[in-house]
């Protein structure tokens, strides 16, 4: 028996009843922006042959798939770091693979800079927190070009909203309909998703929202690690269901209700330098974990302890990847492998 799927005119329904709110954190130095803008600030770099470099590319010049290797990337100017959200607009990706009785509505949101990770660190004394101490990894976190994604689950036969999925640092958190009250706030029927400082991750509702927690000894004395990811109201509000441009529908291709490909969807390469990285030393880190617990207001710190510290979290800090980011068509959540 086939599935039943969304028309054209369901998934614009969808889109226009459902779509989300995104919610920019007010101190957001990186905000949103379109790809016209991140390319009026951009050269496409070919790497086996600089002459052929295009300082602000349209879309039509961008290479095509199949990827050849690292060959095309981007480099930007200063000014296109903080973004323009005045140009900011929700790419949606819709889906329905062979089997769903659902079709997954993706809001792409693009910003032209990821900014630098922050850390908490938290001294503890018998489990504890004594003191804390915020910390800007800068430029562990930094890489150009971002893609982050908040998806609309719609029940293909019922039309109504099943579900909500937010990208998190690489992550698909799938909250379903039994969440919505105690989770969401909804303007409407449409949900708000707040945007995190620097990083851009979706959450469902402001605070600090840790990740990656680590925790070393604890009892008499230990330290607790924790990445912020800082989500607030009061900046920036892009309304997803008014300002976007449905890119991709893959159950409607090869008909006459398909959506028109923009051309900056074919292109393979990062949306940033090839090959880059940065690495932390265990002293840099040490110096991290002073600061956090305390030497600056006077506090002994047991340097033994720092020593074991420092050892047991280097692995997370000692390379972080700062090229730009992956082509989002490239990316398993766009192709629904969550």
């Known amino acids: 028996m086939t599935?039943?799927?969304l028309t054209r005119p369901d998934l614009e329904a969808a889109i226009q009843k459902y779509g989300p709110i995104l919610q920019v954190n007010p101190t957001e130095p990186?905000?949103?922006c379109s790809i016209e803008f991140f390319l009026s600030h951009a050269t496409l770099i070919d790497s086996k042959d600089p002459s052929k470099n295009i300082v602000h590319p349209t879309a039509s010049q961008l290479p095509q798939a199949p990827k050849k290797g690292t060959q095309?990337?981007?480099q930007i100017e200063d000014a296109c770091k903080p973004g323009d959200f005045s140009t900011a607009i929700a790419y949606v990706n819709?889906?329905?693979?062979?089997?769903w009785t659902y079709t997954d509505i993706q809001f792409w949101f693009f910003s032209a800079f990821n900014g630098p990770g922050t850390a908490l660190f938290s001294s503890l004394e018998f489990n504890k927190v004594k003191h804390t101490g915020t910390i800007d990894l800068s430029p562990l976190g930094e890489h150009v070009?971002?893609?982050e994604y908040a998806a609309i689950r719609i029940d293909n036969t019922t039309k109504e909203l099943i579900g909500i999925i937010l990208s998190e640092h690489g992550k698909n958190i799938l909250h379903p309909k039994a969440d919505f009250a105690k989770t969401f706030t909804f303007e409407g029927t449409h949900p708000l998703i707040y945007s995190s400082r620097n990083g851009h991750a979706n959450f469902p509702s402001p605070g600090p929202n840790f990740t990656e927690p680590i925790k070393i000894l604890g009892s008499p004395v230990g330290l607790q690690f924790d990445l912020l990811n800082t989500t607030a109201a009061g900046g920036n509000r892009l309304l997803?269901?008014?300002k976007y441009q449905v890119v991709e529908a893959d159950w409607l291709k090869g008909t006459p209700n398909a959506y028109p490909s923009p051309a900056w969807l074919g292109y393979p390469y990062r949306w940033g330098p090839e090959g880059t990285s940065i690495s932390m030393d265990s002293k840099t880190l040490g110096q991290f974990i002073v600061a956090a617990l305390g030497?600056?207001?006077g506090v002994e710190v047991d340097e033994l302890l720092v020593v074991k510290v420092a050892s047991e979290l280097l692995h997370a800090f000692v390379r972080s990847d700062i090229n730009g980011s992956a082509a989002p068509a490239?990316?398993?959540a766009w192709l629904g492998n969550y």
């Open 295 to 297: 030497k600056s207001e």
């Open 3 to 5: 599935q039943p799927h």
């Open 145 to 147: 070009g971002d893609w």
């Open 240 to 242: 997803a269901y008014e």
């Open 94 to 99: 819709a889906l329905c693979k062979t089997g």
């Open 330 to 332: 490239w990316d398993a």
């Open 30 to 32: 990186y905000q949103n």
């Open 72 to 74: 095309y990337y981007f």
